[in-house]
């Protein structure tokens, strides 16, 4: 069973910091994992997606990949309350394409 | 350009009854996954289509679920006689299907199902 594993925190922050997020995987095959965020009530939002190891930046989040550790994290620089969200960490399956989930961490970012 | 959209948005339904959720992927998004979060619980995987193809059909529960994609455009899953477990919410989700190419895929907003 291939599995992506997520600390459910919730993870708290003060406004202004750097929050990191973290996410490993069993499937060491995988090729394309993504970040999304999902507010209470809402549908998961796709922020980043990341295929190559190393850093990708998009404003104020960085998606890290490490495919040897089966790592993947995204840090979210400059927290803002309106980050408060339950983070998803999800994997591609090379053979089936399906996304495979984490269970989400939830972070709260305190004013 | 509209996203993916399901309907309905929520649905209240006695044990036994039946419920048909709808989901209508992006226009020319052939891949289109339906997924299940029970409270508590990770999202789900049920299955995959590509276009009227059911490519994936690992994760659905029992079968009581039946889904269909007729045209390769829009997916019903209909849950047929529905239990108290199968409350939750039903997300549908979208994506292009290029051949060895990475494509991102986009979820709609969910149909809330519980039953009574």
């Known amino acids: 069973q291939k599995e992506v594993e997520q600390n459910s925190g919730p993870l708290s922050v003060p406004e202004g910091a750097i929050a990191s997020l973290n996410c490993t995987y069993s499937?060491?095959?995988?090729?394309?994992f993504f970040w999304y965020r999902q507010y209470s009530g809402k549908s998961p939002e796709l922020i980043m997606s990341i295929y190559s190891n190393g850093d990708k930046e998009d404003g104020r989040f960085t998606a890290q990949l490490n495919k040897a550790s089966q790592y993947v994290s995204l840090l979210i620089r400059d927290s803002q309350p309106s980050d408060s969200a339950t983070y998803l960490c999800?994997?591609?399956?090379?053979?089936?394409?399906?996304?495979?989930f984490g269970t989400g961490t939830r972070l709260k970012v305190l004013a | 350009e509209a996203g993916v959209t399901q309907f309905p948005s929520h649905s209240v339904i006695e044990k036994g009854q039946t419920v048909t959720l709808r989901c209508d992927p992006i226009s020319g998004h052939d891949n289109l996954y339906w997924y299940r979060r029970v409270m508590g619980k990770e999202i789900k995987f049920l299955l995959h289509f590509v276009k009227e193809s059911k490519q994936d059909e690992s994760g659905m529960p029992n079968n009581r679920f039946l889904a269909e994609r007729t045209g390769g455009t829009y997916s019903t899953l209909k849950v047929q006689p529905a239990e108290l477990e199968d409350s939750g919410v039903y997300f549908c989700a979208s994506s292009q299907f290029r051949a060895g190419m990475n494509t991102e895929a986009f979820f709609g907003q969910g149909t809330r199902l519980t039953v009574v």
């Open positions: 999800a994997v591609r399956d090379s053979g089936t394409y399906k996304y495979i």
């Open positions: 499937d060491r095959v995988s090729q394309s």
